[in-house]
């Protein structure tokens, strides 16, 4: 068993949207019913001596202009010792539709690279990254599915960069959706490409886990 990157009584807080969310806002509280408890109790299974508290800030629909609207009092004000990102889709979506307050690449970046240098600055925690994804293959060029494929690569070029720039641990969860689907339809793991269904969870979490764990 290799060793885990959060210590003993160190706080982890897991903020991003929808998928991140799951329902820990009513009755799936306070950790919702995603990733994030897959994880959690993917951790106390394996590490049962370590205490350690987790914090989900999750909220459906929000967007990376969102998180830095509330990262004072969703994140700074709970201190974490390690922070996990996952945001990314909203931001496509929202400029792709030509939505008001739509986030472009270029926006995205922006605002990502200020929450970032806060978060050194104010905390200097660990911090892990989850890449947006979209699970589907649709590449016909004459689709919305086909055109958010086509564009996703600029939004996971931002986190990967923010990734070396912070010297974050960062989980590639396009790509690691992209080689399930070689094997199995997308049905598998989502009943429509954005929101994951048990199974896709379950690889979140433990690609998740995966990061997070070093080798024996």
């Not at 106390?44 to 350690?52: L, S």
Request: glycine share 8%; proline share 5%.
């Amino acid at each position: 068993m290799g060793a885990l990157w959060i210590e003993d009584g160190e706080r982890m807080l897991f903020i991003g949207d929808s998928i991140t969310d799951c329902g820990r806002r009513g009755v799936e509280a306070p950790l919702g019913n995603g990733y994030v408890r897959i994880f959690t109790e993917l951790a106390t299974a394996r590490w049962p001596e370590r205490k350690i508290p987790y914090i989900n800030k999750g909220i459906g629909g929000n967007r990376i202009t969102d998180l830095k609207e509330r990262w004072a009092d969703d994140v700074l004000y709970h201190r974490p010792d390690v922070l996990s990102l996952k945001i990314g889709i909203n931001d496509l979506h929202s400029h792709l539709r030509g939505a008001e307050g739509g986030v472009s690449p270029e926006l995205f970046a922006r605002i990502y690279a200020e929450v970032m240098e806060l978060t050194k600055r104010e905390l200097g925690c660990k911090i892990v990254l989850l890449t947006p994804f979209y699970i589907s293959t649709d590449r016909s060029g004459q689709t919305f599915r086909s055109q958010v494929l086509d564009l996703i690569p600029r939004y996971i070029e931002t986190v990967e960069k923010m990734s070396a720039q912070y010297n974050t641990r960062l989980v590639h969860l396009h790509e690691i959706f992209q080689q399930h689907l070689k094997y199995r339809d997308a049905d598998t793991f989502c009943p429509e490409p954005v929101h994951p269904n048990l199974a896709g969870h379950t690889v979140i979490a433990q690609a998740l886990m995966d990061t997070l764990t070093d080798a024996p």
